[in-house]
């Protein structure tokens, strides 16, 4: 016996683009996520190939698999995983935002056009700027939800997951240097509110040659866990 699959069309708008050309790979993870289970329980994202924008994609559901297919060439897969994600340790919003003062990016920044860490003008881009925090291994930013982000349902797991994103890269990242995204894991334990004020807070955990490994999380102001993410990157050879 065999399972239908359920097919409809994904185009990613040119606004939730990462490096120049491509979709930001927080926002798709976010995106499957929500196509495979809502993001309420870990959704694992395997990022094969870069994701195009303004172009029609096939998003197929079967069984327990989200894939998304451009032609024959699979670009995204996602699975749930028995895993329980937690954060970083929590660093309070005025704390976070002040460390977005060392932010690397500000000194060079390989993607200015990152919809979630680059350079735009803001309630375009999410403006998350995460710097180093005093005495930790923890890089935080500090998140006001623009309601730009907001849909007809509150703030759709694309954003979240665009947020978890870039942040454990810059974790790793000085001044200039970039990875692109390989794989995010991804949990969102509650909502996120337009308007609202959070701490993202990421920190490296660990490297084995071009792989680097990131841990992220969304924080409400009194430390209550609102989403989570594991994440591997790859250095450029």
């Not at 994701?51 to 994609?57: C, F």
């Not at 591997?232 to 050879?237: D, V």
Request: net charge negative.
């Amino acid at each position: 016996m065999t399972t239908a699959a359920l097919q409809t069309v994904l185009t990613v708008p040119e606004r939730y683009r990462g490096p120049v050309g491509l979709a930001n790979g927080g926002w798709i993870a976010g995106t499957m996520a929500e196509a495979l289970n809502g993001g309420r329980s870990a959704v694992e994202v395997t990022l094969h190939a870069p994701t195009p924008l303004e172009t029609e994609l096939r998003l197929e559901h079967v069984a327990n698999t989200v894939s998304l297919s451009h032609g024959d060439k699979l670009l995204v897969e996602a699975i749930p995983v028995a895993e329980d994600l937690e954060g970083p340790a929590f660093v309070p919003f005025n704390d976070a935002a002040r460390a977005e003062a060392g932010f690397a990016g500000l000194k060079a920044h390989p993607f200015a056009e990152c919809f979630a860490c680059g350079l735009r003008e803001p309630g375009d881009g999410l403006r998350i700027f995460p710097g180093p925090v005093e005495g930790t291994d923890l890089v935080a930013a500090g998140w006001v939800v623009p309601h730009t982000v907001t849909g007809e349902d509150g703030v759709p797991a694309s954003i979240v997951g665009a947020v978890l994103d870039c942040i454990s890269g810059w974790a790793h990242f000085g001044p200039g240097e970039s990875a692109l995204l390989g794989r995010l894991v991804v949990q969102i334990h509650g909502t996120v509110l337009p308007g609202g004020r959070y701490s993202v807070v990421a920190r490296p955990t660990g490297r084995d040659g071009r792989k680097m490994f990131g841990q992220s999380a969304i924080y409400e102001a009194d430390g209550t866990l609102v989403a989570a993410a594991r994440a591997t990157w790859i250095a450029p050879r």
